[in-house]
Every structure is written in structure tokens, then in C-alpha cells.
């Protein structure tokens, strides 16, 4: 199983970027999805969760500014950043819960992390 992030880059304060985040290979199901961030000298947060049933989770710093949303045709979690402020920069990772088969237990994958970096 391998999770495939995109969409990171520049860009100035106020404005918007959309992330994605592809799971790929033995597939059986795939129970939360969602995206994490750490900053230089920072530990790892929780920036948003989406169940498989559409359930969302964010942080506080984020509601009301950020939205999660999933394909679960094609097995992708999506990140839409508006509004930025230069205390998003970080690096975002996003994860899956997934299983492999209809008797395995659920575990986390991890994809690359992708740059946000809000700077004028």
C-alpha cells in the first residue's frame, strides 16, 4: 500500500491550495483518512479527519478555513486550504487507515510529506 500526497507549493497569505492524497495497491477497505502537520521545531498535529462515512474532525485553528473531503471510488482524501495565514506553513502528511484483506486488522499508512509554505 502506498499513499501518494500532491499540491503543496507557495503561496501568499489569504490565499488557497488544495492537497491530495492517493492510496494505491492491496486494498481491501479503508476506514479514516485524514492530514497531519509539523512545523520546524514543532511536533505533529492534527489538522483534519474524515470517516468513511463523511464524518469530519479539524483542528481549531483550522475550522472554518480548511475543508476535508474523500473519493472513496477512487480511494483519495483531499485538503482544501483557503484564507492562509503564514502559521500554516509546515509539512502535511496525510494517512489512511487501511485494511489489506477481510481478515486483517486496520493499521495506518503514511504518505510523503508535501511543503505548504504561506509567505508574502
Known amino acids: 500500500v502506498q499513499l501518494q500526497a500532491s499540491g503543496g507549493g507557495l503561496v501568499q497569505p489569504g490565499g488557497s491550495l488544495r492537497l491530495s492524497c492517493a492510496a494505491s495497491?492491496?486494498?481491501?477497505?479503508?476506514?479514516?483518512m485524514g492530514w497531519y502537520r509539523q512545523a520546524p521545531g514543532n511536533q505533529r498535529e492534527l489538522v483534519a479527519a474524515?470517516?468513511?462515512?463523511?464524518?469530519?474532525n479539524y483542528a481549531d485553528s483550522v475550522k472554518g478555513r480548511f475543508t476535508i473531503s474523500r473519493d472513496n471510488a477512487k480511494n483519495t482524501v483531499y485538503l482544501q486550504m483557503n484564507s492562509l495565514k503564514p502559521e500554516d506553513t509546515a509539512d502535511y502528511y496525510c494517512?489512511?487507515?487501511?485494511?489489506?484483506?477481510?481478515?486483517?486488522?486496520?493499521?495506518?499508512?503514511w504518505g510523503q510529506g508535501t511543503q505548504v509554505t504561506v509567505s508574502s
Open positions: 494517512y489512511a487507515s487501511i485494511r489489506t484483506g477481510w481478515n486483517t486488522l486496520a493499521r495506518d499508512y
Open positions: 495497491g492491496s486494498i481491501f477497505s479503508i476506514n479514516a
Open positions: 474524515i470517516t468513511s462515512g463523511g464524518s469530519t
